[in-house]
Nanobody, 121 residues
């Protein structure tokens, strides 16, 4: 079965950096776009970044694009989110996501359990 396991979150001071990892299994990782979302407390989940299967194309939320970088390692079925110059507004639970199209047109959406990122002094 599809599994997404995030790691790398934690408490960091403003201006610090974290690298989140998402280890994927149960599907052919190199065939799918991977996404990072985040959900601050009491707010809606938002898309932070995505990366195409071959990592040729990436999209990053405008408000973080000069600080966050998404990458992937298809040999190790892992997607990363490098976060630099962190701000208090970046505090959220960060989720890994994959959407797998099935025969007939259905799309299965999978989420990891999330990793908490807290930016505070």
């Amino acid at each position: 079965q599809v599994q997404l396991v995030e790691s790398g979150g934690g408490l960091v001071q403003p201006g610090g950096s974290l690298r989140l990892s998402c280890a994927a299994s149960g599907f052919t990782f190199s065939r799918y776009t991977m996404r990072w979302y985040r959900q601050p407390s009491a707010k809606e989940r938002e898309l932070v970044a995505d990366i195409s299967p071959s990592d040729r194309f990436t999209n990053v939320l405008d408000s973080v694009k000069d600080r966050f970088t998404i990458s992937r390692d298809n040999d190790h079925n892992t997607v990363y989110l490098q976060m630099n110059s962190l701000k208090a507004d970046d505090t959220a639970v960060y989720f890994c996501n994959v959407q797998i199209a099935r025969p007939g047109g259905a799309v299965d959406v999978y989420w990891g359990q999330g990793t908490q990122v807290t930016v505070s002094s």
